[in-house]
């Protein structure tokens, strides 16, 4: 069979002050090919593929895309070749809609300059339909979808750009079964119509899955790139650590306690009289497809989004949970899906958002010394 290569990255060398990130790494993607780059913490993936979107300058090697030779890449360049990059950090405009933000910097202008809301909304509507958004009016601001959808609004962007190369970074790190099988349908189409797929992930199941070669990363070097076909899940591992893996997350005898957390018909919004109890000692989950409401519930619990009606219990006792501030008093933490913009304090330095909700402890200790 024969291939057609889009993007070829020789001898690509990228080094910081203390480490060389990348020593003189190869990597090809074929045109309709969906290739998995694998490897540990610290490997280089995310160095090579910033080298490829143009936020990184690589120290040498060469690069060519589409079968022509770039000298190096810039953000403004990758996009005009047709290189998108979805982030595990989102990138979009939370309180701009759907369709502002599937087109910005595209919009449908008039005559007099002005945004063509018409025409950018029934263009919105196609796009949305690409990507399984279809039941969303295009006003829709983009704070209101949950994290999946922000994800193929993202997807979306990428297609109106003529999009020939996607790469996506851990794309399945907040997603649901659901939305991960939906994420997945998507590749399949874009591969269909000839795009290359870059897919980096930390799951192994993912990438027998959903590619066709997959390469492995070690220390900043290439080990080997190999057909999906040709290759072995152990293979995979040897050549990511650099030695044979013989027992995986070994299981240790362990007992279930007694109920830690209790909640008794709780009802908001879509959830309606739901109840459920979490064990001392236990891993509860919950499942569902998109928007079923299991977020939602733990938003009640944390004191995010107020019930309607519903009971909380901890350790058997009843307490009232208006504000997180209650939830963490009752030792309640919640990590939410949009770590970005619900979690983090990007502004802050790490040692405040590790204390920022134990502020009042710090407080004293450093008053008594």
């Not at 027992?247 to 209790?262: A, C, K, Q």
Request: some cysteine; aromatic content about 6%; proline content about 3%.
């Amino acid at each position: 069979m024969e291939y057609h290569t889009l993007l070829k990255l020789e001898a690509i060398t990228k080094q910081f002050p203390g480490v060389k990130a990348l020593d003189s790494v190869d990597l090809d993607v074929r045109f309709g090919e969906v290739h998995a780059i694998v490897g540990e913490n610290g490997a280089g993936k995310s160095t090579l593929i910033k080298i490829v979107s143009g936020a990184y300058t690589n120290d040498s090697g060469t690069i060519e895309f589409d079968g022509e030779k770039i000298g190096a890449l810039t953000p403004h360049i990758s996009l005009e070749k047709g290189i998108s990059v979805i982030y595990q950090e989102l990138s979009y405009l939370p309180t701009m809609s759907i369709a502002e933000n599937i087109y910005i910097g595209r919009q449908h202008k008039k005559k007099n300059r002005t945004v063509d809301y018409k025409a950018l909304f029934e263009n919105s509507r196609r796009m949305q339909a690409l990507v399984g958004l279809e039941h969303y009016p295009p006003s829709t601001e983009v704070r209101m979808l949950s994290t999946a959808e922000k994800q193929l609004i993202e997807i979306a962007r990428a297609q109106v750009r003529d999009m020939k190369l996607l790469i996506l970074d851990e794309p399945t790190s907040a997603l649901n079964e659901e939305e991960i099988h939906r994420l997945f349908a998507i590749i399949h189409k874009l591969r269909a119509q000839g795009c290359g797929v870059i897919y980096i992930t930390h799951k192994m199941d993912e990438i027998f899955k959903i590619a066709d070669r997959v390469t492995v990363m070690r220390d900043g070097r290439r080990i080997l790139t190999e057909d999906m076909a040709n290759i072995s899940r152990a293979d995979i591992i040897k050549a990511m650590v650099g030695r044979e893996i013989r027992e995986f997350y070994p299981i240790s005898p362990h007992g279930v306690g007694d109920v830690l957390l209790e909640i008794e018909n709780l009802s908001s919004g879509i959830l309606k009289d739901v109840s459920f109890r979490a064990h001392k000692g236990e891993i509860l989950g919950f499942y569902g497809l998109m928007g079923c409401g299991s977020e939602r519930a733990m938003e009640c619990v944390f004191g995010k989004v107020p019930m309607e009606k519903g009971v909380i219990k901890v350790d058997g006792k009843r307490v009232k949970v208006r504000s997180p501030r209650d939830a963490i008093r009752h030792k309640i933490a919640y990590a939410p899906g949009e770590r970005k913009t619900e979690g983090l304090m990007l502004i802050q330095p790490v040692r405040v958002n590790i204390s920022c909700v134990t502020l009042s402890k710090v407080k004293k200790m450093a008053s008594s010394t």
